[in-house]
């Protein structure tokens, strides 16, 4: 969970173990490990994760290789048979939590600017986790369509179904006055089909997405509002995903509006592709979070492995659009090809902001870092070649290799690791 772009689960939410904040902590465990904390505080820095942890009597570490390797019901009961704690002792805790008001000046003064800057009509906030919560809701329910796209219709963040995280961008921002160019609900053919499919008002889901900006506890509100089954939600994104025109008309309208946004683009045959096309090109941005980025053996830019890749990322670095990707020093692929061009992480997204392609890429790194055949043939073997070198990173690949495809053991080396993780993501 990407926290950066929206809050974690309510403290007050107990689907995990029915213990306060503990599913909170689970959303925060997931984006410390996957580098997404954005201003939250995990585990011993944060006051109630800290409470949590010394009551179950468990280690942050622990806590968050355990949200790492378990959905959330299997880690409901992992944590609850950790606890060995009663339901009265549950009971007992949880009301403490939920009751207690802010003790110090520090935590008064936040509580009333909170409330001054979110909620100033509200008289009912008055305990510390509402404060939060309230610092939650009002850090993250807009969304502004004018500087950035809403998310994929292929983006299933929300109750699993297919354009409903869009949908709910596209409801916050309508509802903020800055949905740009962009049409929410009945204005919208996608929305207005997946509203009819969910038996659910573009009003009343407004009202809940703006009020549940969290996707998880959002899409428990959908679920719950629509009653529909898993099968049903997923013959909704089989549907959607491969959905495009089938009359004369609209493959007039397809074809049209597709010239209009790239006439390169033949390969783009259905609507939801469409969408992501468009979204991309009119903010001149590549979102890693639509689509991977070029493969690693990729050699079209200069005969270099992993370079036309690394331009991908760069470009979505640039744009604050990687998805769960990692580019330069973060990426241990990066830092090796950096290393050999000569050039810092920093240097090279910088170049990429005054050069639209490929092309001008590869002129300028001749340029900035020439290389001869010889050079590049020698670095593009040693790139292929590069994986696990001590147990701690063999039994990382192995781990990784599990979640994505357990048969695929033959897998050793971190490219053919990217290759098989791309193709699982976008599948």
């Known amino acids: 969970m990407d926290l950066t772009r929206q809050p974690p689960r309510r403290p007050s939410n107990l689907s995990i173990a029915g213990i306060v904040g503990a599913a909170r902590m689970t959303d925060k465990a997931r984006a410390h490990n996957n580098e997404t904390l954005g201003e939250y505080l995990y585990g011993g820095d944060s006051g109630l994760d800290a409470k949590i942890l010394g009551f179950v009597g468990i280690s942050a570490d622990v806590f968050s290789e355990a949200a790492d390797d378990y959905d959330d019901e299997t880690l409901s009961g992992w944590f609850l048979e950790k606890s060995g704690k009663t339901s009265a002792e549950i009971d007992a805790f949880n009301e403490k939590e939920l009751s207690l008001l802010p003790q110090t000046a520090e935590y008064k003064q936040r509580l009333k600017d909170r409330i001054a800057k979110y909620a100033p009509h509200r008289t009912d906030v008055k305990t510390v986790l509402q404060s939060v919560e309230l610092d939650d809701w009002g850090n993250f329910w807009q969304k502004d369509l004018t500087q950035r796209p809403p998310r994929s219709p292929h983006c299933k963040d929300v109750a699993g179904a297919f354009g409903v995280a869009r949908m709910a961008d596209k409801a916050r921002a309508s509802r903020a006055g800055k949905i740009g160019e962009y049409k929410y609900g009945e204005d919208s053919g996608q929305d207005k089909r997946i509203l009819e499919f969910l038996g659910i008002s573009a009003e009343d889901f407004q009202e809940a997405a703006v009020n549940n900006p969290n996707d998880i506890e959002l899409g428990v509100w959908v679920i719950e509002k629509s009653g529909k089954s898993s099968e049903e939600i997923a013959e909704l994104n ?92 973060d990426s241990g692929i990066d830092r090796s090809l950096l290393a050999f061009l000569g050039i810092s992480a920093q240097e090279f997204a910088d170049a990429l902001k005054g050069v639209s392609t490929d092309e001008e890429v590869e002129n300028w790194l001749k340029t900035r870092s020439p290389k001869t055949d010889a050079e590049i043939a020698e670095n593009n073997e040693k790139m292929t070649r590069l994986g696990p070198t001590n147990d701690a990173q063999k039994a990382f690949l192995a781990k990784v290799i599990s979640k994505l495809d357990e048969s695929r053991t033959e897998i050793q080396t971190w490219f053919d690791l990217m290759v098989l993780d791309d193709e699982k993501s976008f599948a």
């Open 238 to 329: 089989r549907i959607g995903a491969s959905q495009g025109p089938t009359d004369d008309a609209s493959k007039a309208f397809f074809e049209a509006r597709r010239k209009e946004i790239d006439p390169s683009r033949t390969d783009i045959t259905t609507w939801a592709d469409l969408q992501d096309l468009d979204d991309e090109l009119s903010f001149d941005i590549v979102d890693l979070a639509r689509h991977a980025p070029r493969s690693p053996y990729n050699t079209d830019v200069g005969g270099l492995m992993n370079l036309a890749r690394m331009i991908d990322k760069a470009r979505a670095h640039n744009s604050d659009s990687l998805g769960d990707y990692w580019y330069g020093e």
